[in-house]
């Protein structure tokens, strides 16, 4: 709880500078509404006017400031205008509503859990499978290595088409986009934590006699609990990124992506800041749920580290 | 026709499988070279069963071509690849990735003269990085045009958290005896940051660094999704994927995995050079 | 031999504030410590001897009473570089050759490059580590570490040494081997010695006085000044007045021990 005024003061800090930076970046066009709305505005034209830095005109029209954070269409949001936007999508809508954000991002919220779901349980089976198989761990995990380097997001678009052209369309190609992206990460953390037991552990199971099977349950097992975790907080947050981009080069209707990309081709930025907040909240509330779930469990297991 | 297929995929897995089993098993399982056959053995049999099944089945090549016609189309169009490679990755991620790095940087250090900073720094810093910051894309192509520019904007967004993090809680890692010794030296601030602090941060540094050179493709590449002049890999990946052009597109995912490992290869390599002195570098 | 005391400790109180209430660290702590003396500190954990330690070397700062390095307070003496400080473990930097750790402190006080290798060369010798200059802390033993670390301490001629329990992670053949060195040292260099310790044999084989402390509150129960020559070799050890010594530590110990 010692971090809670340093984080403040940093979050404060932020939404400061934010508040700051509407000014200039939406003093053109405030200037150019302005002009239109017949109030008196220097320079006059829009050419000269285009000269001038967003701050240059922002220094000669003071009068105008308080107009840049109540545009319709501002380059820059102020907080309380995607605070406005955010509730009046949430809340304020139906949730049936074609326009509703909890609608939306129940769409990729599904696609996420599911996916990751998928990858996360096909990566404990094969983290288990390379660790207990020596062909199967030198076959596949420089490959699971490797593709962490890989940019498997841009294989998105691709594999939306594929399956739609087999006939899989909607929720699952979305998931699968999202449970590729948690496998590898699980599998990586999962061998390391399997692989966790020291020497002198193994050992002591060794002179119980201890059968391969048992040594699994006993202690590695509970031993890769924390490694899991750690990988269940990158994977979820991938999942997440994956449907969210999965939802992007067909054109879907529906989704924290597709919500972003229609308030981008039809001039309604609002729309796109407060889908972005809304998917940056379901990320930090995912990852938040794990985080509590680790401390639960660890406690549980005894395995709290101060 | 579907049984023979089924059947030949099967039988190539179990060759590859056989070889690697006795391969793995062997008597000179550590070698090196072993260690470096089976992965490739293993990619090999996964692909000659692509191959196969795709030809055997009579897969609409559209939809899923053959890695043969892959690497055709990869060769014909190396040209365009490269315009492409230049234009994502040297332009766009590149240039995004060295900002990015620069500012985190910047800004640990000024950070660390604090404490109070640095507590406030390292759970915002964590919870920005486990953002969609990808979705910033459209933002920012607004903002700076659909040029190279914005994909760089998104990507120094996307590196600058996990850089910032593990940069922050590096220079936190040395221990009080370290930090005594340097005070039994009258040694101020700066001579401890550079001789003592910033050395022993280099582990967590690199492994900011490597985290985000896969950031940064992902976010050059993605970024495009959303507005690009007609060049670029995620340009060039959306449109042949609209024009049903897949085998150009697994052309470009090569060149992204061939850029994405050399590059990680690259940082990983520096990094085996500056921390050679790491438990976990020596083996 | 001149009788010049250059660190004075007078009504020396150290109490730190924990969450489980406060700890009298030291308690009306006097002690004068003489140029050429070699000084142990010795008593079970929490009887204040690190704590004296880090006093004398402004690591840590009392909160009752004085105390004085060469005339000045510790943390004059500390910018002044007046004295060497030797950790529990060795504490060499791995991305430096032993030449490089040793240059370490050198480097920061600003002592020209010429002037550096020729420190290097001179302190690895005295320690027994001449030709390790270019290895690194991790390609050598725990003994060798150590007494890198030493060498390290001695590289800018400082006059006290203040060492806490530098030996305690070693075993004993080397221990008795470092001991008989640190004395050899001693003799070369002349210099003050501050050696915190948690062994009896030892205390009693390096030191000309011995510091007998007891915890709760850290406090000095016994001041021994050692009749042993100033020359010796290990097999004093089984000798009557050794013995004799080292009876009068363990009293103290146990005295210190039995007021809790």
Redesign the interface.
Known sequence: MKSVLPVLTIVAAILFVWVLAVIPMNMHLTADQAQRDGLVVSPETPAERQDHSGLGLSLRNPSLLGLTFVQERPRLPSPHQVAVEMWDTIVMKKITSKRSLVYHGWVTLSATLLGFAIGTGLGILLAVGIVYNRAMDMSVMPWAIASQTIPILALAPMIIVMLGAIGIQGLLPKAIISAYLSFFPVVVGMVKGLRSPDGMQLDLLRTYHASPAQGFWKLRLPASVPYLFASLKIGISASLVGAIVAELPTGARAGFGARMLVGDQYGQPLVTWAALFAAAITAAALVGLFSLLERLTLRRMGMVRA | MTWVAIIGALAIWAVGWFINTRLANGPKSDARLVGLLVPIIFGLTLLLMWEWLVRMLEVNAVILPPPSAIGVRFVSELPRLWADFEQTIIKGAMTGYLFGAVAAFAVAILADRSDFLTRGILPVGGFMAALPIVGTAPIFVKWLGSGWESKAAVVGVMVFFPILVNTVAGLRDT?A??R????????GYW?SLF??RL??A?PFIFNGLKIATTLALIGAIVAEFFGSPTVGMGFRISTSVGQLALDMVWAEIVVAAIAGSTLYGLMAWIEGRV????PSQ?K | MSQQTIINAQGLNLTFQTNDGPVHALKDVNLEINKGDFVSFIGPSGCGKTTFLRCM???ETPTGGEITVNGMTPDEA????A???V???A?L???RTIGGNIK??L???GFSKAEQAERVGRVLELVDLAGFEKR?P?QLSGGMQQRASIARALAFDADILLMDEPFGALDEIVRDHLNEQLLKLWARTEKTIGFVTHSIPEAVYLSTKIVVMSPRPGRITDVIESPLPKDRPLDIRDSAEFIEIAHRVRDGLRAGHDDV
Not at chain 2, 180 to 187: C, E, F
Not at chain 2, 275 to 278: P, S, V
Not at chain 3, 78 to 81: D, M, V
């Open positions: 221990t005896m370290q005594d010794l340097m005070r039994t030296y009258g040694a001579p001789k003592l050395p022993a280099m921390t050679f002195w790491h020596r | 070397a402004g690591l500390r910018r002044a570089r004295y060497g400080y950790f529990q473990a504490g930097y791995p991305w370490l402190p480097e920061i006080m690194f991790w």
